[in-house]
């Protein structure tokens, strides 16, 4: 499929293609994992979209960007490569297509890169249309509210196209029903009325689950006016699945100069029956649309459920990621204490440290990936003020399919950075039970950072201690390989039988404050520090510090990954691609003997 | 003073307080710099709520803090010693006193930290109202407005207080005054009716500086709905400098449980006529209102005015820094091309690329500890494209008398890590010129960090190319000392001299990517890497990692600062307590050299 296909096409043959992408996106979602909901829901606005406008001329910019695989199908993209190593990705890429006006995978980002864009074109005196389209949940966002909030008037030629999955609203139907009357079209009115009515029923057991946060939005959303003070036309609601009154908007807000808000409102797993019912469940989903094998989070669930039991004051905080992060089972066993508050990570950090101020022990989940968006609540508001805060960092390392935008790569050179934290990376799931309860006991700021995937246990039964003391697993006289991480002291035991030297092993399971102790009994050896993230920064750098802080020459080979963005593939793939494999270790071990 | 005094207190009283306090506001910020405006805008509202709530059982929550001067008089601080080493910070501490019951220093937390609190006292049973003392500028933060949308029902005993200094409103008085008829009062609708107009008068100047983003809040605040629709009963606006009304509105609010947002329309600067003449200059300002030294500063804001004519597409981005960064003359002379976004750090950066994306080349002007607010901003949007957005980070390295919250000593450690981002420490005003114009023809991102202060020029005409090589400014064949920025630059020189060693001196202007050639030649001698930022992952580590990432043994000592959180004194002062000055320096050479 070509863009300019779609171009000017009629109804009848858009109403067909719709059809064939729905069953493509089951198809390859199913093959190759994916977010199916997201996608199924805005079938009919992406082709809409590239039946009036002219890109890539126009720029569409994607928020999150997980709901643009049908917007790649539609521009000349396979997804049966959907993303896999050298395939198609899973969200935009400039890289990929110019098609994809903005990198997206974060959230809340598209109104103010919009708004960049068209400052740019009118200084430089060109002419074209920018639409940003953006989901409901991720308008809650910082980044988000503050574009829209920025100033009173917004550029010309710019739409946002809110995709509001209209999943929560039950609670505030009159309101919304009130706000319909502004419409003139008594027709469309009764149509989407109707649509509505449909919605929200269906999606009733959803709705409950986000209520907090969306229900809000939508009382909001349906102050019309709220948009004009915010500088835009506010156009809508329009039913999102109805090619015929999207075709007719759009054309005309094409012929429009003023900055226009387009609400419309659709159906997340649109025509999909499994996924119109949980489109929680489809979200996002591995092969065969399995729930995906996350271990670590598993076992965090499980341990927070337990603690919570034992300690009142436990509460858990996370940022729209409470499944993916194993908090289900505790937010059902402990609702007043699950707070889950959308996808609104400084907010979760600083309110989490309010909290910590007010005599509770809140532990924040979150991917590490998304952790970056609150650095400066970290630094300043838990850990300034030296509060017991437990961050647990779920997706350290690579994450596989996600691709670059995802990946867990920096959350050690930014946290190490930040006094008063400590940072443990367990080696497996026994061991996070064990640094859990440790952290529970220190009074000040943790952060607990895993890698996501199948995490086998790995024995050791060392706990540990006041002396933050890392645990040799493997004994030996030659090369010593400090592995930091779940994956890489799998792979450091690995590589020891691989290089088939006599090569000492340790489970360096504390990032900072690093085993100073150790450090000096092994400073006259070779010694290898390991980890799976980046160089910069990371781990090895914590070795290295402590070396020539005290001005220790010392035989240091650090290995991390390089500095660079790592694309999609299986998070194997990436270790290879970035030469981390117990492979690649071990050869470096037996390279580095024979110095 | 002490607290309990003003418990109860008659408005007599208070009146001839609030006299007393506003002589030694104006009196001790002439002797120590200081905040002045902000505080004299909030002398009837802080001890209004002295004299009607129960602190420190209660929670007064401040919003960047710097309006926090009286309320620090109230609770027995001396301001004679107002942000000088080991006397009364400029931002409220726990650590400084029970009466502050949360950190303070970045814009936008309390609301977000007084939900948390909040939270936290209800879980565990406890009794007590939690104020958050919030301006209106702070409003419009992401943090702050993640936290107002995070859901449509808000915690009980829980009042933020607006403080509207009322400065940009004049094109929207009629919404104003027709939001104000739902007074029920017709008295006090009257009086504030009649403020309200002498107030908006007064200020017109300045209200058209900020009106951006002003204007607009105002609009939206005057929907008084809006807030109810927040989880909050609103109240107001009521007149900030009315201590019976004030009195009277939060005896009334003492008594509610439910959730209140208070508007207080108040005068910045109010009883100090040059204050309220120009606020903005009373803002911030130096010992004897001295706009402060800021050379670094001056020097960006001479350079992009001259590059500015010359390339048409740079345009300069900030986050209402726009005078302390030093774009005053560029805001005047290309007021199309100078975006001043607010407080708004995360907004700024994405929207900067933008219009990166749109063929512009953005210059975003922002101080190193609000930088931390857009860390994610940087990585995913800016370097993940490798757009070219150029960041001047001003205030790097000790900032001095603000102390422990605006310490630029983290931006190296988390922009390190960041792919394709090369960061620069110019040691002078005249590298920084030449720094920037390599900077221009990179083609990708690139970050600028520079002190606060005066900075001499350091001699030395290299010029950097794209080889990316540091300056041997003193040649000898002693320690190499490898000093990284303006300040540890400027103390290596003098090091030389102090130490009597015959030591290399060489300007490390780029910490990424660092001078490889450079250090392979050295690395068979002593090396000290210097500069004045936390040891941890800073430049130091990027050293020890090249020389790591190649098991290259090599006798490095690294010098920075101790990971702790260093408080307000003079920069120099600071230099002192983590041991960087010229004579420590000259120490650890001498030392050096003699292992």
């Known amino acids: 499929m070509l863009a300019d296909e779609w171009k000017g096409r009629e109804v009848g043959a858009l109403e067909e293609a719709a059809k064939e992408i729905r069953d493509e996106l089951v198809l390859r979602v199913k093959e190759n994992g994916g977010h199916l909901s997201a996608n199924l829901g805005v079938v009919e606005l992406t082709l809409a979209l590239h039946a009036v406008f002219d890109f890539p001329q126009d720029k569409l910019i994607f928020d999150v960007g997980h709901q643009s695989y049908v917007h790649k199908l539609i521009t000349g993209r396979t997804l049966e490569t959907l993303r896999r190593k050298g395939g198609t990705g899973g969200f935009p890429d400039p890289e990929e297509s110019e098609y994809d006006a903005f990198v997206a995978g974060h959230s809340g980002t598209s109104i103010a890169a919009g708004i960049g864009l068209c400052n740019a074109r009118d200084l430089r005196g060109e002419n074209y249309k920018v639409i940003a389209l953006i989901g409901d949940a991720s ?30 609203i039950s609670k505030n139907q009159s309101a919304l029903y009130r706000s319909l009357s502004k419409m003139t079209a008594k027709k469309r009115y009764r149509k989407v009325n109707s649509f509505l009515g449909r919605t929200f029923k269906e999606t009733g057991a959803f709705g409950r689950k986000l209520r907090k946060f969306k229900y809000f939005l939508k009382g909001w959303l349906n102050k019309n006016d709220f948009f004009e003070r915010c500088g835009f036309k506010y156009i809508g609601p329009v039913d999102g699945h109805d090619l015929r009154e999207l075709l007719a908007v759009l054309s005309n807000i094409r012929k429009m100069d003023e900055p226009v808000f387009l609400h419309a409102v659709t159906c997340k797993g649109k025509g999909y029956a499994p996924a119109e019912e949980d489109p929680s469940r489809f979200h996002g989903t591995g092969k065969n649309f399995a729930a995906g094998e996350n271990s670590f989070s598993t076992a965090l669930g499980r341990l927070l459920c337990e603690r919570a039991e034992q300690n009142k004051n436990l509460v858990a905080v996370t940022a729209a990621m409470k499944d993916g992060v194993g908090l289900s089972e505790f937010s059902q066993k402990f609702p007043d204490r699950c707070f889950d508050v959308g996808i609104c990570e400084e907010y979760a950090v600083t309110m989490a440290a309010g909290m910590a101020k007010g005599g509770l022990l809140p532990v924040v989940c979150v991917y590490s990936t998304f952790l970056q968006r609150a650095f400066d609540q970290i630094a300043h508001d838990v850990c300034l003020q030296n509060l017991p805060v437990i961050f647990c960092i779920d997706r350290a390392g690579f994450v596989g399919a996600d691709g670059k935008t995802h990946q867990g790569l920096l959350d050690e050179a930014f946290l190490r950075a930040v006094p008063n934290l400590r940072i443990f990376a367990p080696k497996d799931c026994a061991e996070l039970s064990d640094v859990f309860d440790f952290a529970l006991t220190v009074g000040g700021p943790c952060a607990i950072r895993y890698p996501n995937g199948y995490a086998p246990n790995l024995g050791g039964t060392q706990k540990i201690s006041e002396y933050y003391q890392w645990e040799t697993l493997s004994d030996g006289d030659g090369v010593v390989v400090l592995a930091c991480g779940a994956r890489a002291v799998a792979r450091a035991l690995d590589a020891k039988r691989l290089s088939g030297t006599n090569c000492m092993v340790v489970n360096c399971r504390t990032v900072k404050p690093p085993d100073e102790r150790l450090l000096r009994e092994v400073s006259h050896r070779k010694i290898i520090a390991f980890e799976e993230g980046y160089l910069a920064g990371g781990f090895g750098s914590a070795v290295a510090e402590f070396y020539a802080s005290c001005a220790q020459p010392v035989r240091l080979k650090i290995i991390g990954a390089e500095n660079k963005f790592v694309p999609h593939a299986t998070a194997t793939q990436q270790a290879e691609e970035c030469r981390l494999t117990a492979q690649d270790l071990a050869r470096k071990i037996q390279a580095f003997s024979a110095q």
């Open 139 to 168: 308008l809650g966002n910082g980044t988000a509210l503050e574009a829209v909030f920025s100033s009173e008037t917004k550029p010309k030629n710019f739409v946002v196209v809110l995709n509001d999955n209209g999943m929560s």
